[in-house]
């Protein structure tokens, strides 16, 4: 049903507000003057309400890397899809850039809009429909929701990332690997169907089978394309347990020869892998698997592990539940949260590694790397199989196995000067892996020049060009990801 009194709320908001009341089309620029109000007053009616006080536009400038702050003029918190059809519309007359927000779980700035309007998409948090093959849910759900709801079926999506509080749009805007991908893929790879809103204002139902260049350019399009306001999950039988297996290694030679042997057969449902600080100064090297089982048909340790070389002695062996250990990271994230940290500047860095060079590559990096680097953050190192993924604008090294590394930095002292050289550091070892040839895997805090996002996307560049062009002629959507500057998008579209 909708709301009478939203429209009036967004009219004493604005007029509330000071900052902004307008645009000025023929200056095309921002005004406070008062004449600008009229423009403001053609607003479609909405479902939801449009908010411009200063602290939801203060939490609206800010996301989970505490890097980059740019200040919208108003959060849409949508009460329904026509809502985001309606602002959308609102916002090509006007001109008005367009952020959406999951979780606000980026690193870089690239949930956030300046001047524009973000809509926050968590209200939109329903799941519609679980059956044994699907669930179609609303893209503000979060995915520690969505599998709490399939598991009373005995269901489960079939890949999570480590941590599950993030936004299901959010995650299949970017990809969303974790330890299952080797099997299955990312993600976006699981995916039967999406509802987009495009940057046009058009409700679009994408898949394989329909409007299929809608569906890879928005599944890890970072946003350029659409709003995807609900998606259509891929579900597999769920296991009861997870049997968790941590194995450490000196050598990173041994390490990634055991990772590849056991993505290679199979033998585990869920790979992963970092480097740890040795208590004595140095790092070596993890192995996190885990082999998913239901009631009393517990695995067999020794077929597990056989032909693996970590150091023998030191490996942990647990069972869990397997929503506790989906659910894994829960513990450390409320500790973090604790002791004040998880608000601390992330200077994330997230690569793909390709598997020729990992050992040399890898083994430069930890050569010099200290927990000044890292600020206590992880050092995660895993790999994934290509022949799992499918979507173009997914970027990776053309190998058959290639490796995420990521170094996922706290500025400890949160300071400038911290930040400053964390992320000159990103750089560098961006640079490196690129000469290398290697990408970035785009959620993290990297300075990325038009040229640097060209390369990147070579050679899906003009796929995705063309359907930027297509679905946001006006290049109102996602401009935090900095991927068309509105000068080279002039350019292009010349
Ligand atoms: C603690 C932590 C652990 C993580 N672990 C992993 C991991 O294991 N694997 C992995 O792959 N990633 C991981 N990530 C990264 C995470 O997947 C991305 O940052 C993801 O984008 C965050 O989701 P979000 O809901 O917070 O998105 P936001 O940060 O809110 O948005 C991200 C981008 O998507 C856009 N967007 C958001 N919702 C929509 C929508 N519905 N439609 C279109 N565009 C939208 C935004 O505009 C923005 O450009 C992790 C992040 C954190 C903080």
Redesign the pocket.
């Known amino acids: 049903m909708r709301n009478p009194t939203s429209r009036r709320t967004v009219l004493q908001g604005i007029l509330a507000s000071t900052l902004v009341t307008g645009f000025d089309v023929a200056n095309s620029s921002w005004v406070t003057s008062a004449s600008a109000i009229s423009r403001f007053e053609s607003l479609p009616r909405l479902d939801g309400v449009l908010y411009t006080d200063d602290k939801g536009l203060a939490a609206a400038a800010n ?2 890397g505490n890097i980059v702050h740019r200040k919208p003029i108003a959060v849409l918190k949508p009460g329904s899809i026509q809502d985001i059809i309606s602002i959308i519309q609102f916002a090509r007359t006007y001109n008005i850039n367009i ?9 870089d700035g ?4 300046d001047a524009g309007v973000v ?1 926050d ?1 968590t209200v ?1 948090n329903k799941i519609h429909y679980v059956s044994a093959d699907r669930a179609i849910v609303e ?2 759900v ?1 995915w520690s929701q969505l599998l709490q709801k399939t598991l009373e079926q005995g269901l489960t999506p079939p890949v ?4 599950i ?14 330890g299952a991908t080797h099997r299955y893929g ?2 976006v790879d699981n995916i039967w169907e999406l509802q ?1 809103v495009t940057g046009e204002g058009e409700l679009e139902t994408c898949s394989q089978f329909q409007n299929r260049d809608l569906f890879e350019a ?1 599944l890890a ?3 350029q394309c ?4 609900q998606a259509t999950i891929k579900l597999i039988k769920a296991a009861t347990n997870a049997r968790v297996f941590l194995l450490f290694y000196d050598d990173l030679a041994t390490f990634t020869r055991d990772q590849r042997l056991v993505i290679s057969d199979e033998r585990f449902n869920f790979v992963e892998g970092q480097i740890v600080p040795k208590d004595n100064g140095g790092w070596r090297y993890m192995l996190e698997a885990a082999s998913f089982y239901t009631d009393t048909a517990t695995p067999n340790n020794d077929t597990l592990l056989a032909g693996l070389n970590y150091i023998r002695g030191t490996e942990q062996i647990q069972d869990k539940t397997y929503f506790d250990f989906i659910n894994r ?1 829960a513990q450390i ?1 409320t500790f973090l949260k604790s002791i004040g940290t998880w608000s601390y500047p ?1 200077p ?1 860095l ?1 690569l793909f590694v390709p598997g020729s060079v990992v050992e040399s590559f890898i083994g430069e990096v930890v050569s010099t790397l200290t927990q000044a680097d890292t600020g206590q953050g992880p050092v ?1 190192l895993y790999p994934i199989k290509t022949n799992r993924l499918q979507l173009p604008l997914f970027r990776v090294p053309r190998e058959e196995i290639v490796f ?1 590394f990521s170094i ?1 930095r706290t500025a400890t002292p949160p300071e400038d000067a911290v930040v400053k050289r964390m992320l000159a550091d990103n750089r560098r070892l961006f640079e490196q892996n690129r000469d290398n040839g290697g990408y970035k ?1 785009s ?1 993290d805090a990297l300075s990325f020049s038009p040229k640097d996002w060209q390369q990147h996307f070579h050679p899906v560049w003009r796929k995705l060009v063309s359907a930027k062009r297509r679905y946001d002629p006006n290049n109102l ?2 401009p ?2 900095g991927i068309f500057t509105s000068i080279m998008y002039q350019e292009k579209s010349a």
């Open positions: 996301d989970f952020a959406a927000r999951g979780q606000g779980h980026s690193t690239q949930p956030q809009v809509i998409m939109l893209a503000g979060v999570f990332t480590d941590y509080e993030l936004s299901i749009g959010g995650t299949l805007t970017v990809g969303g690997i974790g990312l993600q987009v928005v399009g970072l946003g659409g709003i995807i306001v990271l994230v992330h994330w997230n995660l995420l996922l895997y959620v959507l996602a935090g990801q």
